[in-house]
């Protein structure tokens, strides 16, 4: 049943999206900056600017809900800066070259198979059965 004035495409992000969240928690079950529980998963390059890193895990950074405001709200410095220092510098220019080279045209078809790809990757978690 479709919701009303959702079009098919922008449910199956939103599906998508939820995985994605799902998945990551998961991976990474505490923050990369205080290790405290993972609350969310932030898109380090945000998904409005890179398209192609919306559900790379590459781009995903675990953090609790407090640190993800404090980067939204207070723009701090100190979430990005100890992300990188973690990763390090050649993850940051990797993806920073991806970002700008890469590019997916965003239609039903590339979010059905996306969360095919995420429901696959989270059945290997155990929390669900893939026939």
Not at 21 to 46: D, E, Y
């Amino acid at each position: 049943m479709r919701r009303k004035g959702k079009s098919d495409t922008s449910i199956l992000q939103k599906e998508c999206d939820i995985l994605y969240q799902q998945i990551g928690k998961l991976k990474w079950p505490r923050s990369i900056v205080s290790g405290a529980i993972t609350q969310v998963i932030h898109h380090f390059f945000p998904k409005s600017v890179s398209n192609a890193l919306r559900y790379d895990w590459d781009n995903a950074v675990p953090l609790t809900n407090g640190e993800h405001g404090r980067h939204h709200q207070a723009n701090d410095p100190h979430i990005h800066g100890t992300v990188i220092q973690k990763r390090g510098q050649k993850w940051h220019d990797i993806l920073l070259k991806r970002r700008w080279q890469e590019s997916v045209h965003t239609d039903k078809i590339y979010y059905e198979k996306v969360k095919e790809r995420l429901l696959d990757e989270l059945s290997k978690y155990g929390t669900i059965k893939r026939e």
